[in-house]
């Protein structure tokens, strides 16, 4: 099965702080890694897909890039609506899929 | 506008079982693939079971194999996820997500296989096993 960890599994940060999270494979899993945002009691939400694409809806501060094991999501300045846990998918062995643990991205 | 819409959660015993259902509107859903997703109280995300566009192909998590059993009527536009022999590890929002493919660029190739995402995602449903 492939693993993924995130580091860090949690972060404090301010409104416009720039925030990177990692997420690394336990093989190479090319560029078929996703990222989901999730605020509580609400479901996951695709911001990012195949490791860079942006989809629809998005807003552009949100960015990914990555391939093989290292990938990293960043956004370029923190928004209110931004504080939430993110979890990286990696859909290499797709359909058996596996999630990251997520890294929770709260107010300083 | 795309939706999904889980049913069936609730209160269950132990060595129980019950049938969610997802009902999808918004789209041409015989044309996707279909997943489960579940996620225990205050923990992270867990992959649970996949099903082909045309329901000819499933495919589970160990942790659920044997117990749990996914189908779809394409007629209905509605997922099911059947489960049996409930545990108390069985606690959980339950997730039904639409399956999109990436396929241009790099993922054109012939020899390259489409990149998979969960595009929508429904509201979810609170199953809860305890006796």
């Known amino acids: 099965d492939i693993q993924l960890t995130q580091s860090p599994l949690s972060l404090s940060a301010s409104v416009g702080d720039r925030v990177t999270i990692t997420c690394r494979a336990s093989q190479s899993i090319s560029g078929y890694l996703n990222w989901y945002q999730q605020t509580p009691g609400k479901a996951p939400n695709l911001l990012i897909y195949?490791?860079?694409n942006l989809q629809s809806g998005v807003p552009s501060r949100f960015s990914g890039s990555g391939s093989g094991t290292d990938f990293t999501l960043t956004i370029s300045s923190l928004q209110p609506e931004d504080f939430a846990t993110y979890y990286c998918?990696?859909?290499?062995?797709?359909?058996?899929?596996?999630f990251g643990p997520g890294t929770k991205v709260d107010i300083k | 506008e795309v939706q999904l819409l889980e049913s069936g959660g609730g209160p269950e015993q132990p060595g129980g079982s019950l049938r969610l259902s997802c009902s999808a509107s918004g789209f041409t859903f015989n044309n996707y693939d279909m997943t489960w997703v579940r996620q225990a109280p205050g923990k992270g995300l867990e992959w649970v079971s996949d099903?082909?566009?045309?329901?000819?192909?499933?495919y589970y998590a160990d942790s659920v194999k044997g117990r749990f059993t996914i189908s779809r009527d394409n007629f209905r536009n509605t997922l099911y996820l059947e489960v049996i022999s409930l545990r108390a590890e069985d606690t959980a929002v339950y997730y039904c997500a639409r399956k999109a493919s990436h396929s241009s660029g790099y993922y054109s190739h012939p020899s390259v296989s489409p990149a998979y995402y969960f595009d929508y995602w429904g509201q979810g449903t609170l199953v809860t096993v305890s006796s």
């Open positions: 099903i082909s566009d045309s329901g000819g192909a499933t």
């Open positions: 195949a490791a860079s």
């Open positions: 998918q990696q859909s290499y062995s797709s359909p058996l899929v596996t």
